[in-house]
């Protein structure tokens, strides 16, 4: 389905009249006001309360996770303002999460604020965690290299897990059965004995796959089973000296026989906080990840090995940090670490190691009685590159009790990883989509031509091999929040400049209905747009919130060639060649124009039940240009057209402790059409309604 002009003013002015008509009521409850416990720490490095903050942030509660029925971080991603998955290089692999049109290269995943790794095809595959066992979900909008480093340019996303606060050991196991023979099963425990606290969690994930590409040898996911387990342990060894410890582990394995597909990826984070004073805090951090895919591909008639495709990838970082308290709102936050990094590659010539010191400071501090400032910056010293120093200034001024603008302008910089020039990877899955480095890109294509894999070629062979830049960005965002009682609301605007953005592009489309990808810098690149959310408490037991991104992502440098009259395009249906127009330039590809959310949670107390109505929209985007003018116009047919999602949910809790959930995602049933799928075939962009039913037994 798709919403034309008029709809998107008539759902404007709907939200405008909700938040004026919401203004002229007299609210009384006081259980309403602001949620004291809705403090985030990503943003700051520190503890922060959410509404205080300069910054644009999202929060996604424990409650709002459970009551969605999800049980992976993508899932949950996917129906938040401004934060859309994309098929960035695939379909079949893992989705790339996108933030304000920045790509997934840009942002950084964190466990309990520690880095994982894994990147393996482009992206970092976000259904491999599971969240069965989180406090809270932060996401942070905008350049974050202040504080994260490079990695961190278009936010970062951080899962907090549960801290136990009960002497007795509590916990839950619970079962989820969907379509596609998708089973979960999992189990937390958590007790806290005086000074000493655990928590334990362990899920398994399998499901019989699915295919997206009818008439097509294999399935798009083949059969899969996963395990996590989680450990955590926290010691009060003082009042000034705490101690937290985890470990986490996971495995998973695609039936592909003779063929296998196995990934691992293991970590263990300890973590020691020292408060010397009621002023002054030390935390002293190591944190090691390790991340492994062994996938082999063996050709079933004569059980000959055909492609061996490992990945090794360790992280060793120990880090110390230091907060100072001068006063209320006046903290001053220094930090420093070293990274040890290593990457082995079954296609690379040997082990990669790189290494990186930094230092980080920042200043938060309240000026004048409304307004909050922090100032901060970080130095990097990496191996591989020349030193970089990344800034970032925000600030937020209460205009009233109710109302608050906000800004922050920050910098950072980002070189080509190995990855990105030395990457040889085809996924064995369902023969999968294949991903070259820049330096390996023209062996690769030349390879798959040679075993007559491609079906059409998308780019100019004499391109292939070109040098990749370095990147670096300034990011500005602008805002305004508003509370009143039953009433919330925000408003972003926001602009990210990019020289040499380094993005994936589609080399090819390959014979089974797949693609090649590879990687290109975009000149001068630019993404701005505005966001919108408005959340809305209706009585005691309805709460609604909507939520709209407008975006623009375009390459300025196409955009002059343009104005200069040097960019053409043939009409299909005329088969004139014209002239290009600004207005014809559609922008970067897999960026949608528009994109919206509504959600419905709904309370019934005497039932002691609950229900939920989600709905993601997105409208048309392009895959590639098609037409080999060099950009995505609208005459390229590589568009695919607007849909939305509409999930549901209901749960009924039995003798306290037994919860029954039902619901249907994906609920009208939407698969849509892939535009770039091979002549005559069909490639489907969705696998169509998935129902499921879980059962929840707390303890």
């Known amino acids: 389905m798709s919403l034309n002009k008029n709809n998107y003013l008539i759902i404007f002015f709907f939200l405008i009249a909700s938040i004026t008509y919401a203004q002229e009521e007299q609210l009384k409850d006081s259980i309403l006001t602001e949620n004291l416990d809705e403090v985030v720490v990503t943003a700051t490095r520190t503890v922060r309360q959410l509404s205080s903050l300069p910054l644009p942030v999202t929060l996604i509660p424990k409650e709002q996770i459970q009551r969605s029925g999800v049980t992976r971080l993508d899932e949950i991603l996917e129906e938040q303002t401004g934060i859309v998955l994309t098929p960035d290089a695939t379909i079949g692999g893992g989705e790339g999460v996108q933030i304000q049109g920045i790509a997934s290269d840009y942002i950084l995943i964190l466990i309990d604020g520690v880095p994982v790794v894994g990147r393996s095809s482009g992206n970092l595959d ?84 699915y295919d997206l590409a009818p008439g097509q040898e294999g ?56 408060n010397p004073s009621k002023k002054t805090n030390l935390q002293y951090e190591l944190y090691y990840t390790n991340y492994v895919t062994d996938e082999e591909v063996v050709d079933p008639i004569n059980d000959e090995l055909l492609i061996a495709n490992d990945f090794d990838q360790t992280l060793f970082r120990p880090e110390v940090r230091f907060n100072y308290e001068f006063g209320p709102q006046n903290t001053l936050s220094l930090g420093g670490g070293y990274n040890f990094e290593n ?15 930094y230092l980080f400071a920042q200043y938060d501090f309240n000026p004048l009685k409304k307004l909050n400032v922090i100032l901060g910056g970080r130095f990097d010293n990496h191996s591989e590159y020349n030193s970089q120093f990344s800034p970032k200034i925000s600030a937020r001024y209460a205009l009233s009790p109710k109302l608050a603008i906000k800004a922050s302008v920050g910098s950072g910089f980002k070189a080509p990883d190995f990855r990105q020039l030395y990457l040889d990877f085809t996924n064995a899955v369902g023969g999968g989509y294949s991903v070259f480095g820049k330096e390996v890109e023209a062996a690769g294509i030349q390879r798959l031509l040679d075993n007559g894999e491609i079906a059409t070629l998308q780019v100019d062979p004499s391109n292939l091999g070109e040098r990749l830049d370095a990147e670096s960005s300034v990011g500005y965002n602008l805002g305004f929040s508003y509370k009143n009682g039953k009433l919330s609301s925000e408003v972003n605007f926001f602009r990210n400049d990019f020289r040499n ?112 109505l989600r709905v993601v929209y997105r409208s048309r985007f392009g895959l ?67 129902l499921f039913t879980r059962l929840n037994i707390q303890f």
Do not use: C
Request: aromatic content about 12%.
């Open 343 to 357: 990457l082995d590659r079954s296609l690379f010539a040997e082990r990669v190691t790189f290494d990186s010191q």
């Open 126 to 209: 976000l259904s491999r965690f599971a969240i069965g066992n989180i406090k809270q979900i932060e996401v942070v909008k905008g350049p974050s290299s202040s504080l994260f480093g490079s990695e961190a340019l278009g936010g970062v996303i951080n899962i907090i897990t549960e801290k136990p606060d009960s002497e007795n050991i509590t916990g839950q196991i619970s079962h989820r059965t969907a379509t596609f023979n998708n089973q979960n099963t999992n189990l937390s425990l958590n007790q806290r004995l005086d000074k000493i606290g655990y928590s334990f969690f362990a899920d398994r994930l399998s499901t019989d796959g």
């Open 501 to 612: 953005l380094i993005d994936t592009q589609i080399l090819a489309a390959k014979t089974n209905g797949q693609n090649v990808f590879g990687y290109i810098n975009r000149e001068r690149v630019y993404t701005q747009g505005m966001e919108m959310d408005v959340r809305y408490r209706l009585g005691d037991n309805l709460n609604l919130s909507a939520g709209y991104q407008l975006l623009f992502a375009f390459d300025k440098d196409l955009e002059d060639a343009i104005d200069r009259g040097e960019v053409f395009a043939r009409d299909p249906g005329s088969l004139e060649t014209i002239r290009l127009e600004r207005s014809d330039y559609f922008g970067l590809e897999n960026r949608s124009r528009h994109t919206l959310n509504f959600k419905a949670f709904y309370e019934v107390p005497e039932w002691d039940a609950n229900a939920n």
């Open 219 to 274: 399935q798009t996911v083949n059969p899969f089973f996963n395990y996590t387990f989680n450990g955590r342990f926290f010691y009060e060894a003082s009042e000034k000296l705490n101690v937290f410890a985890s470990g986490r582990y996971f495995f998973q394995e695609f039936d592909l026989s003779p063929s296998t597909s196995e990934e691992k990826d293991a970590n263990a984070h300890l973590r020691v906080d020292h």
């Open 624 to 690: 590639t240009d098609r037409n080999g003018n060099g950009l995505l116009d609208e005459f390229d047919d590589s568009f695919t057209e607007g849909f939305a999602l509409v999930n549901l949910a209901f749960g009924k809790t039995f003798f306290e402790h037994y919860e029954l959930q039902l619901g249907a995602n994906n609920l009208l049933d939407f698969r849509g059409e892939n535009p770039l799928a091979a002549e005559g075939t069909s490639l489907l962009i969705n696998p169509g309604i998935q």
